[in-house]
């Protein structure tokens, strides 16, 4: 039963993040938003509404590892997880600075983030300045978008169209509704299949959601990533595991703080934190568009990424 209810939340968390994306971005297309505006706030936000709602589920319900663990596996399977598949479909090269802004940011709050390792937990008096940072950090880059309508400008705009739908209004909001009550069903479904899981495994919660549960609420990006990529989108794919990244670091683990203080596992967060800064550090020559990742590069990530993942679970070691 465990397992059914594990595949089941996976199923309706990566149905109801993809069609959540499409009404948010429809809606706000409909209230005559820009697509930039849309691209900067609206697409990061509604990408990562899968990791959110697992989050706040399980940290409200006693299990804040799972949070910690999800955002922190989400973020490597990400760029791990997401560059390995990527390259593996089609070799790429970005557009020279076409990512740079989203990745310094990415690069600062991930650094950031392990010294909160330090204080044991993230209050709500941090939680608070998470979000406020990534608010300030979207603000000022809707803002250098208009004015300077270079690579970057041009990135946030199709991030938008990536996901545009012609849907009415009262479609948008019929589906936004539903693939809400979807996002929640499936985190219970997930959380309820996860943690006994985990229990009879012998792992802890941060680790069943660095693992089991990341990869769930990663799908909806993955998926997406991969989608882009065989259409030769590859700045748009690259960009919303980015964003969605950021979105994770500062956004999910904010507002679970606000609902709920995360205490946090310092070895874990260390180990993780790090190996999530590597990635990112390791793919930044990639992702600024100096060099081409090909099949070899995507082959190494993913296998990486594997070997993560049988680590951290105790597959192997």
């Known amino acids: 039963m465990e397992v059914l209810s594990l595949v089941g939340g996976l199923a ?25 505006l849309i691209g900067v ?28 663990g999800n955002v922190l ?55 608070t300045v998470m979000v406020l940072a990534l608010g300030l950090h979207l603000w000022r880059t809707y803002l250098r978008d208009k004015r300077e ?32 009550v979807m996002l929640v069903g499936g985190a219970r479904l997930l959380l309820n299949g996860a943690i006994p899981l985990a229990e009879a495994w012998g792992v802890s919660d941060v680790v069943i959601g660095a693992s089991v549960v990341a990869i769930g609420t990663s799908l909806p990006e993955v998926a997406t990533t991969a989608a882009a990529a065989l259409r030769h989108e590859h700045e748009v794919a690259l960009g919303n595991l980015v964003g969605s990244s950021l979105f994770n670091l500062l956004g999910i683990l904010g507002v679970t703080a606000l609902v709920r203080p995360v205490p946090l596992d310092a070895a874990f967060v260390l180990t993780s ?29 993913l296998a990486a ?4 993942i049988a680590l951290a679970t105790g597959l192997v070691g």
């Open 41 to 68: 706030t609206i697409v990061g936000a509604a990408t990562s509404m899968p990791e959110l709602v697992v989050s706040i589920q399980a940290a409200a319900e006693g299990n804040p590892g799972v949070a910690v």
């Open 149 to 180: 309508r270079d690579a970057v400008a041009v990135l946030h705009a199709e991030e938008t169209l990536e996901f545009e739908e012609s849907w009415s209004i009262a479609l948008s909001l019929g589906v936004l509704v539903i693939s809400s």
């Open 73 to 127: 596996g989400s973020n490597i399977a990400n760029l791990a997880l997401g560059l390995g598949v990527m390259g593996l479909l089609v070799p790429f090269t970005v557009r020279r600075h076409s990512l740079w802004h989203d990745l310094v940011a990415l690069l600062v709050a991930s650094v950031a983030f392990l010294g909160l390792a330090l204080l044991g937990t993230i209050g709500r008096l941090t939680g």
């Open 12 to 36: 309706l968390l990566a149905l109801g993040g993809e069609t959540l994306v499409r009404a948010a971005v429809s809606l706000a297309r409909r209230s005559g938003l820009s697509v930039l």
């Open 305 to 308: 990424y594997l070997l993560y």
């Open 273 to 301: 934190g790090a190996l999530a800064l590597g990635v990112v550090a390791v793919s930044t020559p990639w992702l600024l568009g100096r060099l081409r990742f090909g099949r070899t590069a995507g082959l190494g990530f």
